[in-house]
């Protein structure tokens, strides 16, 4: 299976590059992962789609600051984007420009607050940072940080708290990118959804920038996935567990939800409380255990995501999906629209 059998063309001025007023407002293609029909909806609507005795599964990460400035002593600026937490003290960095940060090269952050020390080299030229600092490290940083937006968004975010979910948890903080599929709710339409008698619960998985790294090789199945850490909790379990036994069904919120969930379910398709890192790669051919939707976003060409979208439906579906997104000028990535596989 090759990379380029997941290209497809997207003109520039769809991509979306500021979140809308109302989260709710953005559009909601609806795709029949087992047919080819296709439905044009209001993202609000996508409560009809959820019925009593269903689970939809959240994450509930949230995104650090994670783009912070340093210089050195002689005044050199340096970007360093924080990637995954190596130890209490040391982070896996992306560092711009690299040549400035090479073995104990030394910076200081925020006037002080906070300083560096490059430790160690990691995989594709990224640096191990150990930092200093006064306090708790997320706090410092919030201080001192920046909302690392993805690189194809390059109008200024007034707003921060629209790169981050509704429902985050200020003491799950740790991704370098949002789980985007979950921009799209409020905290109103989390309530109309509760109301409805479908049960939400949360998965935790931190979002590295692995997720959006471009596939390299031609081969899709010589891509290797960076590693990101997770956090499945009995509660989580168990409400799962019983919705499939009761015959209700299990609705991702996102791509990172639907990885998570696939990495701890067994062979008989439970769900298993745990913890730890997951590499899992999901494309077409793939057998999902436990979920049976996806809410997702308008993803990249050529990118794990859109392979994992076909992987629930069929790829030549997918991509005729897209098709009809682009023609009907839906908006695409972070901060666009939402499809719905059902």
Known sequence: ?????????????????????????????????????????????????????DCLVINNTRVLPARIYGYKETGAKVEFLLLKRVSDNRWETLVKPGRKAKMDAEFIFGNGLMRGKVVGMADEGARVIEFEYEGIFEEVLEQIGQMPLPPYITETLEDQDRYQTVYSDTDKRGSAAAPTAGLHFTEDLMEQIRAKGVKICTVMLHVGLGTFR??????????????EYYEVTEE???????????????????????????????????????????????????????IDGLITNFHLPESTLIMLV??????????????VAVEEKYRFFSFGDAMLIK
């Open 214 to 227: 471009p596939v390299k090789e031609d081969e899709i199945l010589d891509h290797k996935m960076h590693s």
């Open 1 to 53: 299976m090759k990379k380029s059998d997941f290209y497809f063309d997207l003109p520039d001025e769809l991509i979306a590059q500021t979140p809308l007023e109302d989260r709710t407002s953005s559009k909601l293609m609806v795709l029949d992962r087992g047919s080819d029909d296709i439905e044009h909806r209001s993202f609000k609507d996508v409560l009809e789609y959820l019925n009593e005795g």
């Open 236 to 290: 989580t379990a168990n409400i799962i567990n019983e919705t499939k036994a009761n015959g209700g069904k299990i609705i991702a919120v996102g791509t990172t939800s639907t990885r998570t969930l696939e990495s701890v379910t067994d062979e008989n398709g439970l769900v298993q409380p745990s913890k730890g890192w997951t590499e899992i790669f999901i494309y077409p051919g793939y057998e999902f255990k436990v």
């Open 310 to 323: 076909s992987a629930l439906s069929t790829q030549d579906r997918v991509l005729n999906a897209y098709k």
